[in-house]
């Protein structure tokens, strides 16, 4: 099992920025890719960005491109999201997750991030 804390989210105002965190524990992740998400309201949840747990295979999705950075600390068991230039749209809790394989089957409790415009 794999467990995954988020923390960093909140109210920010758009132009700003946050840093989310995921801290991951229990059986070992270095085999894994980590991935955040996001679901505003209404809306289905989407993927954001990945990172394989050696650090290559990052991936970001098109609308964050130059925004947001992926990154992980294997010291601390901690995957980050640095979010900039944070817009209205960015608006949803966000999701860190974990997989072996295909399917995210690791995922955290989610952490709101709220821009204001």
């Known amino acids: 099992q794999v467990q995954l804390v988020e923390s960093g989210g909140g109210l920010v105002q758009a132009g700003g920025s946050l840093r989310l965190s995921c801290a991951a524990s229990g059986r070992t992740v270095s085999d894994y890719t980590m991935g955040w998400f996001r679901q505003a309201p209404g809306k289905e949840r989407e993927f954001v960005a990945a990172i394989k747990w050696s650090g290559g295979s990052i991936r970001y999705t098109d609308s964050v491109k130059g925004r947001f950075t992926i990154s992980r600390d294997t010291a601390k068991n901690t995957v980050y999201l640095q979010m900039n230039s944070l817009k209205a749209d960015d608006t949803a809790v966000y999701y860190c997750?974990?997989?072996?394989?295909?399917?995210?089957?690791?995922w955290g409790q989610g952490t709101q991030v709220t821009v204001s415009s």
């Open positions: 997750a974990a997989k072996r394989f295909v399917q995210y089957n690791y």
